[in-house]
């Protein structure tokens, strides 16, 4: 069973930067497209970032984009979101994901199959 455990989550203020993990377990990520996603309180879950299972291609949303690194660690079974210039608006519970199929491209549109339980990020003005 697939399990994904992220952390890394806290309060930063505007302008700051945060670092989140997620630990896979269960089953190996190496073949894996992984991804991160947020939710803010009222709104819809939306994406974030993706990787490839090689790591060679990133995706990401245009609201992140230039300030937030997805990265990964086969060895270690973790993803990582190097999160920079961190915005209020940029407050939620973050999210990781693996895809369900292997060798997933990073922008491939298909639906992630697991879910870890989230870390909250609040970030204040």
């Known amino acids: 069973q697939v399990q994904l455990e992220e952390s890394g989550g806290g309060w930063v203020q505007d302008g700051g930067s945060l670092r989140l993990s997620c630990v896979a377990s269960?089953?190996?990520?190496?073949?894996?497209?992984m991804g991160w996603f947020r939710q803010a309180r009222g709104k819809e879950r939306e994406f974030v970032a993706s990787?490839?299972?090689?790591?060679?291609?990133?995706y990401y949303a245009e609201s992140v984009e230039g300030r937030f690194t997805i990265s990964r660690n086969n060895a270690n079974n973790t993803v990582y979101l190097q999160m920079n210039s961190l915005k209020p608006e940029d407050t939620a519970v973050y999210y990781c994901?693996?895809?369900?199929?292997?060798?997933?491209?990073?922008?491939?549109?298909?639906?992630?199959?697991?879910y870890g339980q989230g870390t909250q990020v609040t970030v204040s003005s």
């Open positions: 994901a693996q895809d369900g199929r292997p060798y997933g491209l990073a922008n491939s549109r298909v639906p992630f199959a697991y």
């Open positions: 990787i490839e299972w090689s790591g060679r291609r990133t």
């Open positions: 269960g089953r190996a990520i190496s073949t894996f497209r």
